[in-house]
């Protein structure tokens, strides 16, 4: 009978060892996603990223133009049957222009600009963490558990921001890539990932803000490309 113990309690180590041996810490798990990405070599190529996306939606489609510059310009121009949307946040400014029920600038607040640059960094808070150390906008990330994402086994890490902002980014554990973001701001799902100029962008993103909700479908990525900069130009009153 003891011996019977003595091989169940060795068993039970062996598996509890076992597990601690398959874990990954956060800087394997950060190592993983960027090399999934496409590695710090096809990320540090895109010095730019312009998007054209559209919502599945067929009757009243919006279409809806995205450039990034990383950490200098966010611009974003949202154009539907109703109103043409514009947000710009660039090192100078940040303002917003609506064009219904009258043509209408807003300047945005210093906060308001940070975040926007901040999500102008296409790769994300994990590779900024993993590979920027120091000088990126990460102060910290750690592993928070396991979580299901529409089915979607994923890793939970939690970020702390150097400026207090605190989010939520949920990996795969398949492919280690980002599911879903949950912030202050809200809650982003991204998916339908591909490579284009050995990055991997996500082609299906889900927004859910206090703002509203958004689906958008990518039908077209130029990488490096340029903006025309009177666009970045606060319209005038």
């Known amino acids: 009978m003891q011996s019977y113990f003595v091989k169940r309690m060795s068993l039970c180590c062996a598996v509890v060892v076992s597990l601690f041996a398959h874990a990954q810490s956060v ?30 939606e067929k009757v009243s489609p919006t279409m809806v133009y995205t450039y990034y510059e990383p950490g200098k310009i966010y611009f974003q121009r949202k154009r539907s049957r109703e109103l043409t949307l514009t947000t710009c946040a660039t090192l100078k400014e940040a303002w917003n222009h609506s064009s219904y ?49 529409d089915g979607v086994p994923c890793y939970a890490l939690n970020v702390v921001y150097k400026s207090g902002n605190k989010a939520q980014v949920d990996i795969a554990k398949k492919d280690y890539m980002i599911k879903r973001i949950i912030s202050p701001i809200g809650v982003l799902k991204y998916g339908d990932y591909r490579t284009v100029s050995g990055l991997k962008l996500p082609y299906h993103l889900e927004s ?30």
């Open 27 to 56: 800087e394997e798990l950060c190592k993983e996603h960027v090399s999934h990405l496409g590695g710090k070599a096809a990320v540090e190529k895109v010095r730019t990223i312009k998007m054209q996306q559209v919502t599945p």
């Open 208 to 237: 859910y803000t206090r703002q509203g909700s958004i689906v958008l479908d990518v039908f077209r990525t130029d990488i490096n490309s340029t903006i025309n900069h009177q666009e970045l130009e606060r319209p005038k009153q």
């Open 101 to 149: 029920p009258v043509s209408e600038t807003q300047g945005l607040s210093t906060q308001a600009k940070k975040t926007l640059l901040l999500q102008s960094k296409f790769y994300g808070p994990l590779y900024d963490y993993a590979v920027h150390g120091d000088s990126s906008d990460v102060a910290s990330v750690s592993l928070g558990g396991t979580v299901d994402v």
